[in-house]
Every structure is written in C-alpha cells, then in structure tokens.
C-alpha cells in the first residue's frame, strides 16, 4: 500500500511491489517462492496503484494460483489492511511485505512457530554497522575503556511474519496499525517470538538497495 517515495521516479507511476529484479516484478518473485513450498491462496492488500497489482496478477490463475485482494481507500499499514479480510484464516498463515527479496524458506518459519506455540512470530535479520569513529567509555570523567569503530549488531525486522487468526481480534476494521505496533498490542497476553533468518535477505526501500537487488539477481534470490 505504501507509495514508495524513497524509490521516487520509479515509483511515480508505477507501486513497489511491480518494480522488476531479474526481469520480474519483486512481487512475482515472492509469490512463486511460496509455491514452491506448496503455497496456493495468497491475498494481497492494495493501495497505491493497486489497479496495476490486480492488473498484472489477476485471479493467480495464469501461475495456479489462487489471488484475493485487500483493497484500502487510505493507507492502513500492513497489520491494519488485515482488519479488512472478509473471512478469518482458520490456520496460521504468513504474512510478508511487497517490497522484501530472500531466500527463506516458509515452511521452514511455519513449522518454527508452530513448534514454539507462538501467537504471533517475526522473522529478524542481523544487522551490522561499524562505528566510524573510536568509542570512549566513562565513568563519570574517568575512562574505563576505548573501542576503536566498534561493530554493533542488531536484530531487525526483516518484514516476514507467521500469526495465529485470533491474532486479528486486536485489530479495528479500517484503523491504520503497523506490525510492529500489532506485536506491541500482543504483548503480555500472546506469545511473540522472533525466527532469526540466516538466508540471503534485502528489504528494497532505497535506491541503493534497489540497485543491490539488480546487481544480486539471480544469484542469491
């Protein structure tokens, strides 16, 4: 549903989602990787130039495929369009955003939470960035220690998730919500687990990491 502004000319006429890696929309490439794990009935929600998703991907039928379409008149963010699903999945299902190239295995993650009796599961990505400059520690004026362009890791959010259907019960119909906030709502009265993903992994929400999908493909997605 997002416009994609950082992505901005490719994105003025056409969503994010269609922009091609390997000379097929990202879209394209995250819905055959789940058929390959033996995934069938995807539904995707649609925003911004949605007409051009349901153009492109119609019912599925031309992949064997089954497709339905969340349709948002304002942006709702990606736990809030699930506010607008007619019908509640009886099963854990996964949710991924439009915009997310990897390698990681679904069923892998499915099995993962169910194994761990989650409500709610994200899978994380580490990430690494080097300090530029020398770190000093204190204590109070006293130096205690010095890191010369320390490392620091990360768990991030890397835009894949498994959730349970009562999941959708903290959601209002229509009410912009983000997953993170859907997994801040969750705690203390679900489990919330996060799955550390190992496999090749990039979110493509700049220029530059569109340009790395393009450099990447079809090596390592």
Same mark, same amino acid.
């Given at each position: 549903g997002?416009?994609?502004?950082?992505?901005?000319?490719?994105?003025?006429?056409?969503?994010k989602? /269609?922009?091609?890696?390997?000379?097929?929309?990202? /879209?394209?490439?995250?819905?055959?990787?789940?058929?390959?794990?033996?995934f069938?009935?995807?539904?995707?929600?649609?925003?911004? /130039?949605?007409h051009m998703i349901e153009e492109y991907c119609g019912d599925g039928s031309q992949w064997g495929l089954r497709i339905d379409y969340l349709r948002e008149e304002?942006?709702?963010?990606?736990?809030?369009?699930?506010?607008?699903?007619?019908?509640?999945?009886?099963?854990?299902?996964?949710?991924?955003?439009?915009?997310?190239?990897?390698d990681i295995r679904y069923g892998d993650m499915l099995n993962y939470h169910c194994k761990h009796g989650a409500s709610a599961t994200m899978a994380v990505h580490i990430h690494e960035w080097q300090h530029p400059f020398g770190v000093v520690r204190t204590k109070g004026v006293d130096i205690i220690n010095f890191e010369e362009k320390p490392i620091v890791r990360n768990h991030i959010n890397a835009g894949v998730y498994v959730l349970e259907p009562e999941v959708l019960d903290v959601l209002k119909v229509g009410e912009h919500c983000n997953m993170p906030e859907l997994f801040t709502r969750l705690q203390g009265s679900a489990r919330t687990?996060?799955?550390?993903?190992?496999?090749?992994?990039?979110?493509?929400?700049?220029?530059?990491?569109?340009?790395?999908?393009?450099?990447n493909h079809p090596k390592n997605f």
């Open positions: 997002g416009r994609g502004t950082r992505l901005r000319p490719h994105t003025e006429g056409c969503p989602p /269609l922009l091609a890696v390997g000379g097929k929309p990202m /879209l394209e490439h995250i819905l055959m990787s789940a058929k390959a794990e033996g069938r009935h995807f539904v995707l929600a649609i925003q911004y /130039l949605g304002s942006p709702l963010g990606t736990a809030g369009a699930m506010s607008l699903l007619s019908s509640r999945p009886k099963e854990p299902f996964i949710v991924s955003n439009g915009d997310v190239l990897t687990i996060a799955y550390p993903i190992h496999e090749p992994w990039l979110d493509v929400g700049r220029m530059d990491d569109y340009e790395q999908a393009q450099k």
